[in-house]
């Protein structure tokens, strides 16, 4: 004679028992969710705001008028190619071009240009320039020829980089 196995089984659960658990996986997922946007949305306590960077700098987002400017004032063309959605690009906004030799090195011998790499006006430059990934700075002579160019930079080496 065979003997069969029956497994135990559990008294059901009372439907007060179910809601109390369903309950606490809503707000359970809901505080995750919660924590999460914040850690994605938050900035450093102590980092300005997009309004509040200081800006020393006169940017012009022509470049077929700054190459003329070029030309008239002797002064070398600076491009910077970068986005609002770009880390890296949002890091130099923050710590390095606000820095004040920065600043002193762009208006004693540059005519600065800033180029949004999503606006449709930057397109042409991008391909004349061919620029695979921002942010990409370029010092161009007054015939728009490429002098030197980098990507990311900290204050320091920006510094070292317009001092050539």
């Known amino acids: 004679m065979a003997t069969t196995l029956v497994p135990p089984t559990r008294p059901p659960r009372s439907p007060k028992a179910i809601l109390g658990q369903s309950m606490f996986f ?14 994605l949305t938050s900035r450093p306590v102590n980092a300005p705001s997009e309004a509040e960077v200081p800006d020393h700098i ?43 030799r920065v600043g002193q090195r762009v208006a004693g011998g540059y005519v600065p240009v800033l180029l949004d790499a999503d606006n449709p006006a930057s397109s042409a430059p991008g391909k004349r320039y061919d620029i695979q990934t921002i942010p990409a700075v370029l010092v161009l002579d007054s015939s728009g020829s490429v002098v030197r160019q980098a990507g990311f930079m900290s204050a320091d080496e920006l510094v070292s980089f317009l001092g050539r």
């Open 26 to 39: 809503v707000f359970a997922l809901a505080m995750i969710g919660l924590v999460s946007l914040r850690l």
């Open 58 to 100: 006169a940017w012009r987002t022509d470049l077929a008028g700054a190459l003329e400017e070029s030309k008239k004032t002797g002064k070398l063309v600076l491009v910077d190619f970068s986005a609002g959605w770009c880390p890296p690009c949002r890091q130099m906004k923050h710590d390095a071009w606000p820095d004040p």
